[in-house]
């Protein structure tokens, strides 16, 4: 039974044209996180919202949004993709705040930009 | 400079041997967590250790935490193809407790 679902898996788009991700939960967490993931690398926190307030990471480019509607549901929109942000994006929950708790990852949506 | 490092960054081996990777830090965690990643995939919780010393057996993997708590490593067992990916480790430091950090990964490669 999948608990953290992203869609769509691979999206391909063009060079500046906006584009959404989507991730759902029903694992009823507080927290949902967004991470940019390169080839081989260790994936890098964009942004995360506990409950509905937004935390964006220092480093994180404007180019880079984020909704939550709801508790189930969080997106993540690219303003502007670039050729650099051609990677794997994930998404993540956790019931609270808090290194200790698990974080739960979503299969990923591979984006490539044209 | 990493906060969390791992070693080695890539391995192959064949099929049947054993292996360890190592995740390190000059700073204390309160707890840390081992993933495997298969390409194509999202992490995928092997084992959450938090307490110094502490080892954990997940089969044919079996986990250590430092009596520091500044390190940790993964042993493998009789690998098998299955076993291909990329491990990650990650924790939250004492001193940033909110915030997990990941290391870049060990890349392993079972052959058959």
């Known amino acids: 039974d999948a608990m953290v679902i992203q869609n769509p898996r691979y999206q391909v788009t063009q060079f500046g044209k906006p584009v959404t991700l989507s991730c759902s939960q029903t694992l009823n967490h507080n927290v949902m996180y967004w991470y940019q993931q390169k080839s081989s690398q260790a994936p890098k926190l964009l942004f995360h919202?506990?409950?509905?307030?937004?935390?964006n990471e220092a480093d994180t480019p404007d180019n880079f949004q984020s909704r939550r509607p709801n508790t189930s549901f969080c997106f993540l929109d690219i303003r502007s993709p670039g050729l650099g942000d051609a990677a794997m994006y994930l998404c993540?929950?956790?019931?609270?705040?808090?290194?200790?708790?698990?974080?739960?990852f979503g299969p990923g949506t591979r984006l490539t930009v044209l | 400079t990493q906060l969390l490092e791992q070693s080695p960054q890539f391995l192959s081996i064949q099929e049947g041997e054993n292996l360890t990777v190592y995740c390190n830090s000059s700073s204390v965690f309160s707890s840390l967590q081992w993933y495997r990643q298969e390409p194509g995939e999202g992490p995928v919780l092997l084992v959450t250790?938090?307490?110094?010393?502490e080892v954990k057996k997940l089969k044919r993997l079996t986990f250590q935490f430092g009596d520091a708590r500044k390190d940790s490593s993964l042993h493998i067992t009789a690998a098998q193809p299955g076993d291909t990916g990329l491990y990650l480790c990650a924790g939250a430091r004492e001193t940033s407790y909110d915030k997990v950090i990941f290391g870049p990964g060990t890349s392993l490669s079972v052959i058959p």
């Open positions: 250790v938090v307490t110094g010393g």
């Open positions: 919202y506990y409950d509905k307030d937004f935390n």
């Open positions: 993540a929950t956790s019931r609270e705040r808090g290194g200790s708790d698990t974080q739960y």
